[in-house]
């Protein structure tokens, strides 16, 4: 029995933490072109969650705050700017969405290039830190044309 639900476009949603909320919000849409789908907020605190939403797929996102999952989870800047996580973007054009990023004032850490394994992409830093990679590799295509390798 499966306990994967078919209810949704996509079952698998990343939750990133960001200081200022509202500006990351801001941010993401302008670079990345992410769309805020929805919003809730709270008089102490401001906006304590968004649901921004890219193709078929979506990011969460959510104030820093010292709560039971919060204390969980840091902060590229509290561990000297590493990330322990990354977030990979299908897109249809690596090119343009590099130079929109870049004039947004995405950190890029890994230049737009042709990838070993098939299509094209970069990797950057948004202003709190968080690393991101777009590119137009699918991994999907393949199983949609019937060529997934198997294991």
Known sequence: ????????????????????????????????????????????????????AFGNGMVMVAPVIDSEYGRLLRQPDEIGGASTQGLYVIVNSADALYAQAKAA??????????????????????????????GTYDPWADEAAGTVAQA
């Open 105 to 134: 004032g995405a950190e890029i850490v890994i230049e737009l290039k042709d990838e070993d394994y098939g299509g094209r992409g970069f990797s950057c830093r948004d202003p709190e830190g968080h690393l991101w990679s777009f």
């Open 1 to 52: 029995m499966s306990n994967q639900s078919k209810h949704t476009c996509a079952t698998l949603i990343p939750c990133l933490r960001y200081r200022d909320v509202a500006a990351a919000i801001d941010w993401l849409g302008q670079a990345f072109g992410f769309e805020c789908q929805r919003q809730y907020r709270d008089e102490q605190v401001g906006i304590t969650h968004a649901q921004l």
